[in-house]
């Protein structure tokens, strides 16, 4: 099952977020990263997964679209320090509430 989220960014700078993001992946050993047709597919190697990617990220013209089908810290801490800079909002496509990174990928404990 997957699940998806927008993530807006003030000024609707999404090229910039998306790369962000890309660069941070590129950072992480643990994380697999591939672009195909203008999305990123992200895969945690630590995660046990049948799927071919733990995220999938698309660049639309409302901000960046998230697709969930893992989650991870290493996944987390990519996307944490890819939004630092960057106001940010992260929709909850499914229940339309505002979540925080953490909430995103489940992380209960530690600092934000």
């Known amino acids: 099952m997957s699940y998806e989220y927008l993530i807006r960014c003030q000024y609707n700078d999404v090229e910039s977020l ?15 990263k591939k672009l195909v047709d203008g ?24 901000g960046v679209r998230v697709v969930l089908v893992g989650w991870s ?9 890819a939004v630092q800079g960057f106001d940010i909002e992260v929709l909850d496509e499914d229940t339309e509430e505002y979540i925080s990174i953490k909430d995103l990928f489940r992380i209960k404990k530690g600092p934000d």
Request: aromatic share 14%.
């Open 18 to 32: 998306f790369k962000s993001i890309g660069d941070a992946a590129s950072e992480n050993r643990d994380v697999e």
């Open 73 to 81: 810290f290493n996944l987390y801490d990519i996307f944490k320090r």
């Open 39 to 62: 999305k990123m597919f992200l895969k945690d190697r630590s995660l046990p997964s049948t799927w071919s990617y733990d995220v999938s990220i698309k660049k639309g013209s409302d």
